[in-house]
């Protein structure tokens, strides 16, 4: 099974940009798309972006498209989230997460997951 470990997660001004990290291991993450969920202070967790296995395919949340670019290298088994335009909605944790099928926004598709890292942006 992946295991996902996410990283980069900081305070940040408005406007200011951030580049998440998940780093993964225990099998071969090339046979898995990627997502990203973000979870708002006292809210539900959403669903952010996700990358298809090989990357050739990406998909966006309406509230994210135009500032957010997700990326992945599998020879290095990475995937990053390059977060730009950053806004107080912003806030909150990130989690990266595997789907062994196909690349989804629906959370219940995804099985493994990490522990989160925190964004705070605020002035």
């Known amino acids: 099974q992946l295991q996902l470990v996410e990283s980069g997660g900081s305070l940040v001004q408005p406007g200011g940009s951030l580049r998440l990290s998940c780093t993964t291991s225990?099998?071969?993450?090339?046979?898995?798309?990627i997502g990203w969920f973000h979870q708002a202070p006292g809210k539900e967790r959403e669903w952010v972006s996700c990358?298809?296995?090989?990357?050739?395919?990406?998909i966006y949340a309406d509230f994210v498209k135009g500032r957010l670019n997700i990326s992945r290298d599998n020879r290095k088994n990475m995937v990053w989230l390059q977060m730009n335009s950053l806004k107080p909605s912003d806030t909150g944790a990130y989690y990266c997460?595997?789907?062994?099928?196909?690349?989804?926004?629906?959370?219940?598709?995804?099985?493994?997951w990490g522990q989160g890292t925190q964004i705070a942006v605020s002035s």
């Open positions: 225990g099998s071969t993450l090339a046979w898995h798309a």
């Open positions: 997460a595997a789907d062994s099928v196909a690349c989804s926004d629906f959370e219940g598709d995804f099985g493994s």
């Open positions: 990358i298809s296995s090989s990357g050739e395919t990406t």
